[in-house]
C-alpha cells in the first residue's frame, strides 16, 4: 500500500553504494526508518531532500512481506538554509533532533511533537536562540509526550506555588511539593524561578522562548533537573555527543 506524507528529515547513512536508509519524524506515525534504493544518485525521484534539516513530502510504501518501508519519491517543501549555513545553529538543530530519534514517539502525540520540531527549526532559522534552547525543546517534547507536571500547585495540598519561596520537586512522582509539605526526603529543592520557567516552556511554543531572560543559576537548575526527569521518565541521558538509553 502506498501512502503520502509530510514528514522531517532527522538522519541519513548508506547501506549501499547507491542506497540510502533514511530516519524521519511522521506526523501520524512518531520516528520511522524506510529505504531510499538509488537516492545517492537519483535527482529526479529524490532531488536535494534526503539531508537531515530538511520537509519533505514523500510517497512510501511497504515491501510485499511488509518488513520494511521504500521510499518512491519526494519532493523539498523547506530546506532551512539558515541553519545548514550556520555552524552554531545546526548544532543547536542537531541537539533537538538527536534527542528526537533516541527519545521517539507514542503515537497519540506524534502530531504535537511534529509541530513542535517545526515550530523549533523555524525558531532556530529566523532567530538567535542562546546555548540553552534546546533544553527547553527537550521540556517540551517530555511535556507533550505525557510526562507533565503541574507546576502551578503543591501536589500534596494543593496551595499555589508562585511565590520566592523554593520548593521540591519530587521526580520519581512528577510533582511539586510546597515547603510546608517537604519532610526533607521527597526529592530536589528547587527555586521558585525554575518553577516558573518549566512553566512557562509548559504553557507556550519556541517562538515565545526568544524573549526569556532567565539567570544563568536559573538555566542551570532547570538543566539539572530536567536531565533527572527525563533520565527517570523516558530513560536518557546525554553522554559525549548522543543520547543513550538506560
Known sequence: METTEK???????????NDLWVRFLSASRGVQTAFAFGGSRSRKRFGGCLEPFSMVLFKI???????YQVLKE????KSYPGIRT??????????CLKFIESAGTEKESSRRVYDLLSATLDAIEESEPDDFFPLFFRAKVAF???YNPDFTICSLCG????????????????????????????????SSGTIRTLAWIQDTGPANWM?????YEIRQECF???????????????????????
Not at 86 to 95: P, Y
Not at 168 to 183: H, L, M, T
Open 7 to 17: 514528514v522531517l528529515i532527522l538522519k541519513t547513512g548508506k547501506f549501499k553504494e
Open 61 to 67: 510504501e511497504s515491501n510485499k512481506t511488509g518488513a
Open 74 to 77: 519526494g519532493s523539498l517543501m
Open 86 to 95: 550556520d555552524i552554531r545553529k545546526m548544532g543547536l538543530a542537531a541537539n
Open 144 to 146: 507533550e509526550q505525557g
Open 159 to 190: 496551595k499555589p506555588l508562585f511565590s520566592s519561596r523554593p520548593v521540591v520537586f519530587d521526580v520519581e512522582k512528577g510533582g511539586i511539593i510546597c515547603s510546608d509539605c517537604d519532610s526533607g526526603r521527597r526529592g530536589n529543592t528547587v
Open 211 to 215: 524573549s526569556l531572560n532567565i539567570p
Open 224 to 246: 539539572a533537573v530536567m536531565d533527572r526527569f527525563m533520565a527517570y521518565h523516558m530513560g536518557l541521558v546525554w553522554e559525549g555527543s548522543s543520547y543513550r538509553k538506560i
